[in-house]
Structure formats: C-alpha cells, structure tokens
C-alpha cells in the first residue's frame, strides 16, 4: 500500500531540506521517507514558491472555470426554452415542427 502524506508535512520536510543543516540522507532517516521524495518535494516548494506571493483572490484557473461555468449555464438554460417551446408546439398542432 502506499504511504500518503499531508501537505503540512511535506512542506516541513522541505523547508528543512532548504535549510541544508542536514542531508537528504538524514532527513529521510529521520521522518521515514525516501530521500528522492524530499528532493522532489524540495523542488516543488522552489518552483511554487512564486504563488504564494500571488495577489490573493481568483487565479486565472479558477476565472477562467467560472467563465466556462457562466458559458455552460447559459447554454442549458437556452436547452430548456427551446425543449419547452417544442413541447408545446407539440401539444398544440400533435407534431413535430418541420424546418
């Protein structure tokens, strides 16, 4: 089974790689985890490191989901006028429209 492990702790171990008082070799021995975790852990912190400066809010991920969300609702909404105007058109003349 595999070891799953919280961002809390992989972000302690990091920030203690980072320091570099001790080794990746005793960093692992001390907390249990393989030494190529916390190099890789390590690297994310320093290629992320950069968001947490970020303003606070919507990234552009999460703007451009709610785009996509506003443009998906606004399409189903359009879907049932149109279902509805067909349904009605069909309990009024007993047929489907002809285009």
């Keep these: 089974m595999r070891k799953r492990y919280d961002k809390e702790f992989k972000a302690k171990v990091a920030v203690e790689a980072l320091k570099g008082d001790k080794t990746l070799q005793e960093l692992a021995i001390t907390y249990s985890v393989h030494p190529n975790m916390i190099a890789l852990w390590k690297r994310q912190l320093l290629e992320h490191a950069s968001m947490l400066f970020e303003k606070e809010g919507k990234d552009k991920a999460s703007e451009e989901a709610e785009r996509q969300k506003g443009e998906l609702f606004k399409q189903i909404g359009q879907l049932q006028v ?8 069909k309990q009024l003349y007993g047929t489907d429209p002809k285009w």
């Excluded at 149109?82 to 349904?87: I, S, V």
Aim: proline residues 0%; hydrophobic residues 25%; aromatic residues 24%.
């Design 82 to 89: 149109e279902n509805e105007f067909l349904k009605k058109y």
